[in-house]
């Protein structure tokens, strides 16, 4: 993702360790548990992704799920590492296989956020706007990962704004900090409104704001 990754990374659990085969099964129970946990968290908040909750949600027995995480922080944690995961996989790697840096690309990833929020890919809409709104008040593990992969998409979003000013793609009295924190506003801001209200209607909305805002020089 250009200067800025949101690309998926493997975390300490995910990598094999040296000369030691991967259990699959454990994988697919794990990748199985935290998908089912991402959808959870953005309906029931992070506080209710518990080993228990997930143990009851998946069917699996609450040793199996205790013996994969170890504590509910390190559930909750993975949980946010997978929906960076997934965030990336839908929406900000095929914006960057598929468009040129600067303005281009700061449309398909808008375009990508909201066909991501549209399709409900998460039943509560945007993952990370869910999180924030819950744990942005509470210091810890937790606000600090969910800040931090927040950062990252707000750091992309201007450094592509950066990018289109600089290569003539914009008016020339633009602000590409600005832009780019409007950009992102907008983006949060329907996924809010349609997920609270239902509508759909928002989203084309926000589309439409988006274009307007990235609108070319003459």
Known sequence: MSSVSIQPEQTSEQRPATGRRTRAPGDRSRARILEQAARLATIEGLEGVSIGRLAEATGMPKSSVYVLFGSKEELQ????????????TEVVIPALSAAEPGRELLLALCEGYLDHVERRVFPGGCFF????????ARPGRLHDRIAAYQ??????LATQANAAYEHGALPARTDPGQLAFELGAILAGANILSVLHDDQTVIDRARTAVRTRLAAAD
């Open 151 to 156: 950062n990252e998409w707000r750091t992309l």
């Open 77 to 88: 944690l993975a949980t946010v590492d997978a929906a960076r995961e997934q965030f990336a």
């Open 129 to 136: 706007v869910a999180a924030s709104a819950e744990l942005g």
